[in-house]
């Protein structure tokens, strides 16, 4: 069965402090893999979209990468507005998303 | 360019009664999804659709769900004789083909009492 896990579960970090967040999956025929964000009480925003292993995606302060096993979602001197939950989702096939719990960051300023 | 739309947004129900929820997709998209988040839980696939044709609807419980995607007008979700372990956050998506990604409507949060 597909597994996308994603760690920390929550993140505290003050403004202007970078840091990481991973997502780490176990599935069989990758297509792609997603970043969403999603505030509190909103749907999914979508964010990136890698394809394959190596592949870097860069918005604002975010920035993706993917490699064979996982992808990292990494946050360059955050801000206050960037506080969300940031889910990772891998297709397996045409279609379906299998979503990880989701790593939710708060920013302090 | 108007994002997906979903209402109603809060939908309160007894236990036993119906829940109809409502999916309008993306202008241009024809390819539409229904995924729920329970509390505490991860958002998980329910059900995909193209218009009038159900394609994967493999994350549904088979009993009091249903779907579809009528050739006029928005996806309907809707659950019969709902019960307490139904309330969650439903979420649909769209997406112009299969290959793109899939881009979400603000939910409707369904509570049965």
């Known amino acids: 069965e597909d597994q996308v896990t994603q760690s920390p579960e929550a993140l505290r970090l003050q403004e202007g402090e970078s840091s990481s967040l991973n997502c780490s999956y176990t599935?069989?025929?990758?297509?792609?893999l997603f970043w969403y964000r999603q505030d509190p009480g909103k749907g999914p925003e979508f964010l990136f979209t890698?394809?394959?292993a190596g592949e870097e995606k860069e918005k604002e302060r975010l920035k993706a990468t993917l490699t064979k096993k996982e992808s990292f979602l990494h946050i360059t001197a955050p801000k206050p507005e960037d506080s969300a939950t940031y889910l990772c989702a891998v297709q397996v096939g045409d279609y379906k998303l299998s979503f990880g719990a989701g790593t939710t960051v708060t920013v302090r300023a | 360019n108007a994002g997906v739309m979903q209402n109603p947004r809060h939908l309160v129900r007894r236990r036993g009664q119906e829940a109809r929820l409502r999916c309008s997709p993306m202008k241009g998209h024809s390819h539409v999804y229904w995924y729920r988040q329970l509390p505490e839980e991860g958002l998980k696939f329910m059900v995909y659709?193209?218009?009038?044709?159900?394609?994967?609807e493999s994350g549904m419980p088979k009993e009091r769900f249903s779907a579809e995607f009528p050739k006029e007008g928005p996806s309907i979700l809707r659950i019969q004789q709902v019960v307490r372990g139904d309330s969650a956050a439903y979420f649909c998506?769209?997406?112009?083909?299969?290959?793109?990604?899939?881009?979400f409507g603000p939910g409707t949060r369904l509570t049965v009492l």
């Open positions: 599935v069989s025929g990758l297509r792609g």
């Open positions: 998506a769209s997406s112009p083909n299969v290959y793109n990604e899939q881009f």
């Open positions: 890698l394809y394959s």
């Open positions: 659709l193209q218009k009038e044709n159900i394609i994967d």
